[in-house]
């Protein structure tokens, strides 16, 4: 494995971030695909962690997910560059296409790209929570949680913060009680 340093550390946070549209959902597979399996920065269970850890924390997902990723491989420095440089590319876009972009949602034809570009988008969040769904739920507990956590959403449109809660009460009940040296067959 090649030396990790800093400058690539900003240069692969800026680049994930350059690429990623569609927020920070729509990035997990990219960054899964950059630092697990091409450049093996991190680890699948560290990256795991870190969707956990930043799904957990206020903020935006993308730069927690940088944040713990850079904290992981370039300790405090790697985690404000990680974080800085994958939120970068958003806010350069954002104040130099500002102008133009309040412009064009009055016109039909960028009406249009736009209304792709949520297609293309919601095709990449759905392969992440694929990729999540395949790589966590590995338990019959969990995956009963999962499909418990659908139902409720679907048929009862409560607060998704209802079932956050619900999931690490539960989670934490059943790793408490039934499983033993930090692992659980459950």
Known sequence: MEKITYKKIFFKSFG???MTIGGGYAMISLIEKELCKKNKWITEKEFLEAIALAQSLPGV???NVATFIGQKIGGKRGAFLASFASTLPAFLTI???YPFLTKS???PLMNKFYFGI???VFSLILNSAYNLYKSSLKTTFSKSIFFASVIILLL???NPIWIIL???LSGTFIFRFWCKNNYCVI
Do not use: P, T, V
């Open 95 to 97: 104040w130099l296409l």
């Open 61 to 63: 997902l993308a730069a």
């Open 16 to 18: 994930i971030g350059f």
């Open 105 to 107: 949602f009055q016109s």
């Open 156 to 158: 009862f449109k409560i």
């Open 118 to 120: 949520q297609a293309g």
């Open 166 to 168: 619900l999931g690490f």
